[in-house]
Antibody, heavy 122, light 108 residues
Framework: QVQLQESGPGLVKPSETLSLTCTVS????????WSWIRQPPGKGLEWIGY???????NYNPSLKSRVTISVDTSKNQFSLKLSSVTAADTAVYYC????????????????WGQGTLVTVSS | SSELTQDPAVSVALGQTVRITCQGD??????ASWYQQKPGQAPVLVIY???NRPSGIPDRFSGSSSGNTASLTITGAQAEDEADYYC???????????FGTGTKVTVL
């Protein structure tokens, strides 16, 4: 059974860079798209972006200028960096595996981490 | 703002049927997937593609799509179905993923 686990600081100062890592166990990070998704307290889900195991990326246009997602296949991990954070970036951050079936066009987030709360505050 | 619009809240009597809708232009070209989220928990995939349920999801959950609207139907709602539900698909460019605004389902 594939499991994902987010890790990283729970508190980040304004204007600094938020850094999180997602460790994948029970399966290889090779193949699949690996996404970061966030949810501000009491609000809805927001897709941040994904990385394919080969290293190609795709980011939410509203965050693109501040986001970098990278992958380390040797460690079965992928990471998120979000720069110049403000209080509006306070959220629970989830990592997730997206399945994409090229034959049917189906894409969906089958596996999720438990989420980690990151608070932006001085 | 999200390009996929959902009703903020719906209620259903125990054992009755409720339909949750998701509207957006991209749904004319792409299927939606649906997620159930209970308080303090990560979202769980309940429906994907034309009408596919992952293993372990009860068959009272079903999906459909017509034009610019995708729907999730719960037939015979149970108390444990009370949760927030989100759709997900592509944005209008087709290049990025986007979540719907979310629907809170209350089982009376």
């Amino acid at each position: 059974q594939v499991q994902l686990q987010e890790s990283g600081p729970g508190l980040v100062k304004p204007s600094e860079t938020l850094s999180l890592t997602c460790t994948v166990s029970g399966g290889s990070i090779s193949s699949y798209y690996w996404s970061w998704i966030r949810q501000p307290p009491g609000k809805g889900l927001e897709w941040i972006g994904y990385i394919y195991y080969s290293g190609s990326t795709n980011y939410n246009p509203s965050l693109k200028s501040r986001v970098t997602i990278s992958v380390d296949t040797s460690k079965n991990q992928f990471s998120l960096k979000l720069s110049s954070v403000t209080a509006a970036d306070t959220a629970v951050y989830y990592c997730a595996r997206e399945n994409y079936d090229i034959l049917t066009g189906y894409s969906y987030f089958q596996h999720w981490g438990q989420g980690t709360l990151v608070t932006v505050s001085s | 703002s999200s390009e996929l619009t959902q009703d903020p809240a719906v209620s259903v009597a125990l054992g009755q049927t409720v339909r949750i809708t998701c509207q957006g232009d991209s749904l004319r070209s792409y299927y939606a997937s649906w997620y159930q989220q209970k308080p303090g928990q990560a979202p769980v995939l309940v429906i994907y593609g034309k009408n596919n349920r992952p293993s372990g999801i009860p068959d009272r959950f079903s999906g459909s799509s017509s034009g610019n609207t995708a729907s999730l139907t719960i037939t015979g709602a149970q108390a444990e179905d009370e949760a927030d539900y989100y759709c997900n698909s592509r944005d209008s460019s087709g290049n990025h993923r986007v979540f719907g605004t979310g629907t809170k389902v209350t089982v009376l």
